[in-house]
Nanobody, 123 residues
Framework: VQLQAFGGGLVQAGGSLRLSCAASGRTFSNYAMGWFRQAPGKEREFVAAISRAGTRTNYATSAKGRFTISRDNAMNELYLQMNKLKPEDTAVYYC?????????????????WGQGTQVTVSS
C-alpha cells in the first residue's frame, strides 16, 4: 500500500491541525494504521494507532486527550486531529501501515510508510 501524508503546517501554540493520509494500491481496510513523528535530532516516536476496522485505538502519553486518530475505510484515508498543540509537538509526522488487525506501537512493526508532513508549532 502506498501512503501520502498531508495537512501539516505552521500553527500557534494552543491551535489545531488535522493531518490526513491517503492510501492507494492495496485494500486499505486490510491494514492497521499508525502515526509517528520525528523531531530534529530525535528518534522517530509513536503517536497513535488504530485497528483495521477502526474499533480500537492506542495513543502515546503525550497525545492522550489532545489527539484523535480515525480512519475512513470507504475513502481510504487516515486522519489525526491534533488539538491544543504545543511547541514540543513540532516534528515531521508520518503515517504507516501494517497488514494486521490490531494496533501496534513499535515503528518496526510497520512496513509501509508515507513521506511525512511537517508540523511546526510556534510559542
Amino acid at each position: 500500500v502506498q501512503l501520502q501524508a498531508f495537512g501539516g503546517g505552521l500553527v500557534q501554540a494552543g491551535g489545531s491541525l488535522r493531518l490526513s493520509c491517503a492510501a492507494s494500491g492495496r485494500t486499505f481496510s486490510n491494514y492497521a494504521m499508525g502515526w509517528f513523528r520525528q523531531a530534529p535530532g530525535k528518534e522517530r516516536e509513536f503517536v497513535a494507532a488504530i485497528s483495521r476496522a477502526g474499533t480500537r485505538t492506542n495513543y502515546a502519553t503525550s497525545a492522550k486527550g489532545r489527539f484523535t486518530i480515525s480512519r475512513d475505510n470507504a475513502m481510504n484515508e487516515l486522519y489525526l486531529q491534533m488539538n491544543k498543540l504545543k511547541p514540543e509537538d513540532t516534528a515531521v509526522y508520518y503515517c504507516a501501515a501494517r497488514p494486521d488487525v490490531t494496533c501496534a506501537t513499535p515503528a518496526t512493526d510497520y512496513g509501509n510508510w508515507g513521506q511525512g508532513t511537517q508540523v511546526t508549532v510556534s510559542s
